[in-house]
């Protein structure tokens, strides 16, 4: 490989590196991340069991009516950019980070996801004092490691929500931009 002058030979992530840029990125992962409700009653559905049923309509109705509320509290967000570009609402936080003006709607966002993804004190609809576990009652094994690989991967995706929305999200700080090689180098 020739080196150029003041030239990195390694690619840099950088304000036009993106996966995918969609217009309406965030609608769209909020639509995606709402269809773990139809999960969640498929599975107290098929397993036959009349414990799992009602426990699987709790489940579903607390992911329901706070999705509504993670939703009001992304409209608020996405007024302030102007847009619902994922790239462009990352570039509007470089000035101000939008948890601090919207503080309040940050605290209301925090909430909102620990009751979304059933953490604590909200995790009612698990019932994991009592006998009966919730929609997952009637699977063992590998059927309930994937039911917890799912709530787990909810909980990195909330969180992932909140640093992009409220937080700097994933922008170089200060144009220097991040080698991959400094990246994917081990540290042993």
Known sequence: MVRRAGKSPTPTFDYGMVLSDLNVGILYLFAISSLGVYGIITAGWSSNSKYAFPG??????????????IGLIIITVLICVGSCNSSEIVIAQKQIWFAAPLFPVFIMFFISCLAE?????????????????GYNVEYSSMGFALFFLGEYANMILMRCGALHLAFVGLRPSAGASVPLRALCSKPF
């Open 56 to 69: 699987a309509l709790r489940s579903a109705a607390q992911m329901v009516s706070y999705e509504v509320s």
């Open 117 to 133: 993804t059933n953490r604590a004190p909200f995790d009612l609809p698990e019932a994991e004092a009592e006998l009966v576990a």
